[in-house]
T-cell receptor
Framework: QQQVKQSPQSLIVQKGGISIINCAYENTAFDYFPWYQQFPGKGPALLIAINPDVSEKKEGRFTISFNKSAKQFSLHIMDSQPGDSATYFCAASRNGGTSYGKLTFGQGTILTVHP | GAVVSQHPSRVICKSGTSVKIECRSLDFQATTMFWYRQFPKQSLMLMATSNEGSKATYEQGVEKDKFLINHASLTLSTLTVTSAHPEDSSFYIC??????????FGPGTRLTVT
């Protein structure tokens, strides 16, 4: 019940295209859903995050869509650029009880944007 | 803002020795720090959660006597890998949180045990 399933495992997009990465969760107690970007040999960087009260959040070229009833959320990268090539992780946490702040990560998606 | 540093960035040690990794929140006081381990092309695995001034909480399967965590202040947590062996070679990443929700990650430490 703690799993977060992420797909696809890898994604190739042309420059200027839209990259879409999907995640699904089971634990309805999760109330914080961040996305992280990680370059090789570096730590993950927080990109954007959402809570269950909203269905969509946009920051620049990055948008999270959230479907509470389906227990799914996705990251959309508009106008994808070669510099966006990285591994993306979705995550979820429950900010309460003994699990306070503990992130459960998806398996990761390797995004390659071709010029 | 929200910068987390780790030191060292890379370390090579001989089997049987101990290695200490430092994690610092540079521009905020972290109520909680987390330690993760990441193998190549895999996701992050939470090892332990630490709060300043209290004992760390370890995830199931993580040996607390092998991975010693000390959270001495609101800006510093250390992970000591004791009696390291080649199978401990990995990428160790810490994160720090002010509110418990948002976590900011350090750049990671590549540990190689020969």
């Amino acid at each position: 019940q703690q799993q977060v399933k992420q797909s696809p495992q890898s994604l190739i997009v042309q420059k200027g295209g839209i990259s879409i990465i999907n995640c699904a969760y089971e634990n309805t107690a999760f109330d914080y859903f961040p996305w992280y970007q990680q370059f090789p040999g570096k730590g993950p960087a927080l990109l954007i995050a959402i809570n269950p009260d909203v269905s969509e959040k946009k920051e620049g070229r990055f948008t999270i869509s959230f479907n509470k009833s389906a227990k799914q959320f996705s990251l959309h990268i508009m106008d994808s650029q070669p510099g966006d090539s990285a591994t993306y992780f979705c995550a979820a946490s429950r900010n309460g009880g003994t699990s306070y702040g503990k992130l459960t990560f998806g398996q990761g998606t390797i995004l390659t944007v071709h010029p | 803002g929200a910068v987390v540093s780790q030191h060292p960035s890379r370390v090579i040690c001989k089997s049987g020795t101990s290695v200490k990794i430092e994690c610092r929140s540079l521009d905020f006081q972290a109520t909680t720090m987390f330690w993760y381990r990441q193998f190549p092309k895999q996701s992050l695995m939470l090892m332990a959660t630490s709060n300043e001034g209290s004992k760390a909480t370890y995830e199931q399967g993580v040996e607390k006597d092998k991975f010693l965590i000390n959270h001495a202040s609101l800006t510093l947590s250390t992970l000591t890998v004791t009696s390291a062996h080649p199978e401990d070679s990995s990428f160790y990443i810490c994160s720090a949180s002010l509110t418990g929700a948002e976590q900011y990650f350090g750049p990671g430490t590549r540990l190689t045990v020969t």
